[in-house]
């Protein structure tokens, strides 16, 4: 198949995978491209938003359109590792031997929904982080690969701060893309209403494998990125640290740590996917403006002033890319130069 | 068309009409700066005539051609061009992407169906303008060197000042020896004036013998006495250096922390001013260290000033032995005793004029006269047994009469001081002046109660170390006993 057919057929089954998904869930289109984004970027996600805006049904329908294995980890306090790993336990063989045997947790999927994340310990948390970033767990002294393609979908509860662990920087790091859920407009509300109050039945079809998603996640990397556009990635990633000659007044102003070099990655991986997505075969700087928010969002942290000022990263980020597009040789005429 | 060509040739169109645009832009401002000599050329053109005109009408377009090469010489790289292009057609960045990965050794398979497809897109584009024209801030003031131009082409001539003007100070000779006669026992040291100019008016180099006499000519508002001390005295007042502002003294004027106060006896005392030339001389030096030459200088201005009257022409004469036979240290040693006998005359008639008048005696004389000449001196307002204390003194009013009280102002009191070393080091302070010696309102045995109260309450209630308490309590028994 020529590079192009490729690019075509990717496209297709992005829009075929993204129309499954919509059969049962109502708006959202960003927040379904971005969880798309994601997983073709072979990174996690994490979605925030207050309960019932339809996260955890969103994870179960993307694994229903995947032919792939799906489990579901409900977080709450008292949820051990050994609970999402797996652990050893003793089983008796045929000739009555008894050994140990390794039997796998919920995180031996390639979906998994960690459902509430922020409810679990950070030492079960903790135990994610490997599974993560490695694709592999490690149990006994023995490391045990996860299967590919493996992609943690977490949901988290904002408004509920009782009885919950804030998920520390490190893990959140691991996250590629954090999405906020927001409440559905009136429209979208009325149509839920329409859909899910009525005895029809919506039959969610499996229309891409785990070979297909690994194929892709190949073709994406291959999505060339001009310079001038990478730079306006690290650009914008190095003007969320304070302590950056160049930073801008916001960010030394509010800004506590700015984003990680995995913040970069999660930048420019995005954008490949949405450019290929949007059928295109090069990088844009619209692409990494779109994609900085869900990127970096997570890895920005406030001081104690953009705290008590009540900063949105969101509001903070998009300052932030508007001054340094105008720092670079993007917005300046060139014949001036 | 070959793939690259069409990219090609998109980058050298708009780089062409960035080219374009450069020409326009620097043409503008080079037409701007250069209307400015035009204008100037236009102002002169009385004394330069009618050339003048023409070179104002070249200058402008000199400039603009000057401008347009600078902007056509400019390079344009092919990568800005490409993103020009990119951002004016909508094509998100592909024609910048397609040029830089075309060339790149690692391009992946995508690069090429990239290629096509921007180049593609480019062949579907139709030519247009797309770099927009931006007027240099010069242009929004280009009118006005336009218009006066043109109003000073039309005008006649303007008249301008001849280039010298009048010397008003014709006569400033003999007002210059005038001033110098008149200022009475104020002595000159004549020099050879080129020497004055080549020094700095420095008043480090003050030569302060020329300021003889305990009094001077100098009265409140002469500020030619300002300059008396430097080398600006010797000059002839020029009034056209005044109007330039180029005159040395307006400079100094300028300076008014280096302006000497008139008004302190510094100029006025004839010891002060050799005691601190004399300082100056010794600086912290070794006597062999001094120099002979300056030290005969200071020794031959103190045997001058000795021909007026001085008893120390002795001393004065036994250093210049001194100093000839090589001991500059026996110098150093007459020039001191010299200072001494200086000094000790300067104390002496300074004693007689205080007795003679001044501002004290004017001040105090009416009363003095309508006592009949009772008491005197420093201490006359506060007479003994008269004013403050109750109970004391000859007058019906306990606290003196208003009169005499008011004239013993809280200005004449002043506070002098000593540092004082010691295990603990520390500064001693005396009242002086007139109101000095006044003694203190404050009824002591009316406070020293208050004060007893306000310690007991704070040993009771500040954390004041027990083994103290005693010792301050000694104190202020001590004080009841006084």
């Known amino acids: ?337 | 068309m070959t793939p690259g060509a069409a990219l090609d040739q998109l980058v050298r169109r708009v780089s062409a009409q960035v080219r374009r645009r450069r020409v326009e832009h620097y043409a503008l401002r080079g037409f701007f700066w250069a209307s400015l000599p035009a204008v100037v050329l236009l102002a002169l053109k009385g004394p330069l005539g009618p050339r003048a005109v023409l070179a104002a009408g070249a200058l402008p377009l000199a400039g603009a051609l000057l401008g347009a090469a600078w902007g056509a010489l400019k390079q344009t790289s092919p990568a800005d061009a490409a993103r020009l292009a990119d951002r004016a057609f909508g094509l998100e960045d592909r024609v910048a992407t397609a040029l830089e990965w075309a060339e790149r050794p690692d391009r992946t398979p995508l690069v090429d169906t990239l290629v096509a497809d921007a180049t593609e897109r480019v062949e579907r584009l139709q030519p247009r303008q797309i770099v927009r024209r931006i007027l240099p801030r010069e242009a929004h003031f280009l009118p006005l060197p336009l218009v006066v131009a043109l109003a000073l082409t039309l005008a006649p001539a303007l008249p301008l000042p001849s280039p010298r003007l009048p010397d008003f100070m014709g006569s400033s000779q003999e007002e210059e020896k005038d001033t110098r006669t008149g200022s009475g026992l104020l002595e000159e040291r004549s020099k050879p004036e080129a020497r004055e100019r080549l020094r700095p008016p420095a008043f480090e180099e003050r030569e302060f013998q020329a300021r003889s006499g305990a009094s001077t000519a100098s009265t409140a508002g002469d500020l030619s006495a300002v300059f008396k001390d430097t080398s600006l005295s010797s000059q002839r007042p020029d009034f056209n250096s005044f109007l330039k502002r180029g005159d040395e003294r307006l400079k100094l004027l300028e300076q008014v922390d280096r302006l000497p106060d008139l008004a302190s006896d510094f100029t006025t005392s004839q010891y002060k001013m050799v005691f601190r030339k004399s300082k100056a001389l010794a600086g912290g030096l070794r006597p062999d260290q001094i120099s002979p030459q300056k030290l005969k200088e200071l020794l031959e201005e103190m045997e001058r000033l000795g021909r007026k009257g001085g008893n120390w022409s002795g001393e004065v004469g036994e250093g210049m032995e001194a100093l000839e036979g090589g001991q500059t240290d026996r110098a150093m040693e007459a020039m001191q005793k010299a200072l001494d006998k200086m000094r000790a005359q300067e104390e002496a008639q300074r004693s007689g004029k205080g007795l003679r008048g001044g501002r004290d005696s004017e001040r105090g004389g009416a009363s003095r006269d309508r006592r009949g000449g009772e008491g005197g001196g420093e201490g006359e307002d506060f007479g003994e047994g008269e004013g403050l204390l109750p109970g004391k003194g000859r007058s019906a009013s306990p606290k003196g009469e208003a009169s005499r009280r008011l004239s013993a102002t809280p200005y004449d009191v002043g506070v002098e001081g000593e540092s004082r070393r010691g295990r603990k080091d520390g500064y001693d302070t005396n009242m002086t002046g007139r109101g000095g010696p006044m003694a203190s309102r404050l009824h002591y045995l009316g406070v020293i109660g208050q004060y007893r109260k306000l310690m007991e309450d704070a040993i009771t209630r500040e954390a004041v170390p027990r083994d103290y308490h005693s010792q301050i309590k000694d104190y202020f028994q001590a004080l009841d006993e006084r």
């Open chain 1, 1 to 337: 198949m020529t590079d192009d057919g490729r690019v075509r057929e990717f496209v297709t089954a992005f829009e075929t995978l993204r129309a499954e998904v919509e059969k049962v869930i109502v708006g959202h289109r960003e927040i379904i491209n971005h969880v798309l984004i994601g997983m073709f970027a072979g990174g996690h996600v994490l979605l925030e938003g207050v309960p019932g805006l339809g996260k955890t049904l969103l994870v179960k329908t993307l694994s229903e359109s995947l032919e792939l294995s799906f489990s579901r980890v409900q977080f709450t306090p008292d949820l051990m590792p050994a609970d999402i790993i797996g652990t050893n336990i003793i089983v008796e063989d045929a000739d009555g031997r008894k050994h140990f045997q390794f039997q796998q947790g919920p995180l031996f999927a390639h979906v998994v929904l960690a459902d509430e994340i922020n409810r679990a310990t950070p030492k079960t948390q903790s135990a994610l982080l490997e599974g993560m970033q490695e694709a592999s767990v490690t149990v006994g002294g023995v490391s045990r690969p996860l299967p590919a393609p493996f992609f943690v979908l977490a949901t988290q509860n904002p408004i509920e701060m009782e009885g919950t662990y804030p998920l520390p920087e490190a893990q959140l790091d691991r996250f590629l893309l954090k999405l906020r859920v927001r409440y559905p407009a009136i429209e979208e509300l009325n149509a839920i209403i329409d859909r899910t109050t009525q005895s029809r039945q919506v039959v969610v079809e499996r229309v891409m494998s785990g070979a297909k998603v690994l194929g892709y996640r190949e073709l994406i990397r291959e999505v060339p990125v001009a310079a001038h556009v990478r730079d306006f990635a690290s650009g914008i990633v190095m003007a969320t640290h304070p302590q950056w000659a160049d930073a801008p007044d916001v960010t030394r102003r509010f800004v506590r740590y700015g984003a990680s070099p995995r913040g970069a990655q999660a930048l420019i991986l995005g954008a490949k996917v949405r450019a290929l997505a949007e059928g295109r075969y090069n990088v844009s700087a619209d692409d990494l403006k779109a994609l900085v928010a869900p990127a970096l969002r997570h890895r920005v942290i406030l001081n104690f002033e953009g705290e008590a000022e009540g900063i949105d990263v969101d509001t903070l980020l998009g300052q932030i890319v508007d001054n340094v597009e105008a720092s670079t040789a993007q917005a300046r005429e060139p014949f001036v130069r």
